[in-house]
């Protein structure tokens, strides 16, 4: 059993996704509600594509307005239900969700730029994040993953335009129009993404 656990562990396949700019449209007055979370065209599809490949899909996603009192915990749990559900319809499976509902001045280690919530991720999943791909639209999604070894894209979807105008993108950060582009890419036999894929985030913590 622990051997055939260990052969597992070294095979999983891991991607990180930002949720609001990348999966879904996101909005500066947040997403409060299901009517309110629109999947972005071909987002889902892409995830589906991942899972294809032998991704294992999760999302790592700052949600302030629990802090705020804008939104509660049963609401962003019905957000993330429609969420998976929409996901389903196109074959497509998200293995985890991890959020921070933390405010700023709250100085809490999981709000990103900081890494806790992907440390958090590398323990559950037992993997070490050196080379794992994370997906992003803003400058602190890229430096949350970054500063734990993953590797950067931005896409330009949500604040992504702004992020990639502002500048100061991690090193080696390359750069999408949107997830289904980042995906195509990623994916493309004989790309350096996918020739780097198949061992990145592959060894036991």
């Known amino acids: 059993m622990g051997k055939e656990r260990d052969k597992e562990e070294r095979a999983m396949k891991l991607i990180i996704l930002d949720r609001d700019g990348v999966i879904n449209h996101d909005s500066p ?11 972005i065209p071909g987002s889902l599809e892409a995830i589906a594509r991942l ?16 802090a705020r009192g804008l939104f509660d915990i049963a609401t962003l749990n019905a957000i993330h ?22 405010a700023a001045i709250d100085g809490c280690d999981c709000r990103k730029p900081k890494s806790g919530m992907f440390e958090e991720i590398g323990k559950r999943f037992k993997v070490n994040l050196k ?16 500063n734990r070894g993953c590797t950067p894209y931005l ?18 950060t390359q750069v999408f129009p949107d997830l289904a582009a980042m995906v195509t890419a990623f994916l493309k036999p004989g790309s350096p993404s996918s020739a780097a894929s198949g061992t990145t985030g592959a060894q036991p913590a």
């Open 29 to 39: 007055d947040f997403i409060k509600s299901p009517a309110e979370w629109i999947p």
């Open 51 to 66: 899972n294809q490949a032998g991704y294992r899909v999760v999302v790592a996603t700052n949600q302030s307005g629990i």
């Open 81 to 102: 239900a429609k969420l998976h559900a929409a996901a389903q319809l196109v074959g497509a499976d998200i293995d985890a969700i991890f959020f921070c509902p933390h």
């Open 131 to 146: 080379g794992v791909p994370t997906v992003g639209d803003s400058l602190r999604d890229l430096q949350a993953g970054f």
């Open 155 to 172: 896409v330009l979807t949500g604040k992504g335009e702004t992020t990639q105008a502002t500048g100061g993108l991690p090193p080696g």
